[in-house]
């Protein structure tokens, strides 16, 4: 995905997002970014530094440092090395409009060692390939991670997950627990509880049936011919089966019948 992708999508005019230049970072490493991002939905863009652009993931529970976690990652377009500065508010009306901050970043290279020349050359292929293993050396994000591409699904769907090594963890993790309640979503967020973009991603809100209340509900899938899942919700109704008319007419004479005999065998 091309930075022509990113100018197509945006109003320069309207937007204070950078214009996108492809160039090179300074520096012998390559950079990473991953801002929090209030839009339609509360999500988290994963962003990675090669050949002079930043290849970009939306994630939409944030990244995890358990290594059992698998959070979704969906690609997006290529963005402007320029965007891992960028925080501040995109306006209504924009494509991706709401309020971006920056959550983390840092460097980060692949796992064998290697000039910045020649690990841009190896990302690129295994980006391609569709399995990219990479050690990251942020303020919150340590250590291994890898982003692998899901198989029987559209090329854009990937999986972020963390490798076990001494910065993993083995109790379940938010990354909204690592955010500081003065953070600019969070005081937009506490000032308007009632929005339906709210919704906090974190630990609490997997199903527990002891904590939540929920309608009995049918989650039916159906398999797609892109081999994407179709979920359809529909609510459980207890309804009396119909009879057909002459049943009817069957339980009807058969009460009659029986009143009959009763009155019968009471004048005896």
Do not use: C
């Not at 990251?136 to 999986?159: P, Q, S, Y």
């Not at 000032?191 to 309608?215: E, G, L, V």
């Not at 159906?222 to 207890?238: D, F, H, I, M, Y």
Request: glycine share 6%; aromatic share 6%; charged share 30%.
């Amino acid at each position: 995905m091309g930075l022509a992708t990113y100018n197509q999508k945006r109003n320069f005019s309207q937007t204070s997002e950078p214009k996108a230049v492809k160039k090179s970072s300074k520096g012998d490493q390559l950079t990473f970014v991953i801002q929090r991002h209030k839009a339609s939905h509360l999500h988290y863009d994963f962003r990675l530094e090669m050949e002079g652009t930043l290849k970009s993931w939306a994630v939409p529970k944030g990244p995890s440092l358990n290594p059992s976690d698998k959070r979704l990652a969906m690609m997006v377009e290529d963005h402007p090395l320029e965007y891992a500065k960028f925080k501040g508010i995109i306006p209504e009306g924009n494509y991706g409009a709401g309020i971006v901050e920056i959550w983390d970043h840092g460097t980060y290279e692949p796992l064998e060692d290697m000039s910045r020349e020649e690990a841009n050359k190896q990302l690129l292929k295994d980006l391609k390939k569709g399995s990219i293993k990479i050690r990251m050396h942020g303020k919150k994000l340590k250590g291994e991670f890898a982003l692998v591409r899901m198989h029987n699904a559209e090329g854009n769907t990937w999986l972020l997950i963390k490798h076990k090594d001494e910065f993993a963890v083995n109790t379940e993790y938010s990354s909204e627990d690592d955010t500081p309640k003065s953070s600019p979503i969070n005081k937009w967020l506490a000032k308007n509880p009632k929005s339906k973009s709210q919704k906090k991603i974190s630990s609490s809100q997997k199903a527990n049936p002891k904590n939540t209340k929920t309608k009995d509900t049918v989650i039916s899938i159906r398999s797609k011919s892109n081999s994407q899942a179709e979920v359809k919700k529909t609510g459980l109704k207890s309804k009396a089966p119909k009879l057909h008319s002459k049943s009817k007419e069957s339980i009807s004479r058969s009460r009659n019948e029986s009143g009959a005999a009763v009155k019968k065998k009471s004048t005896r």
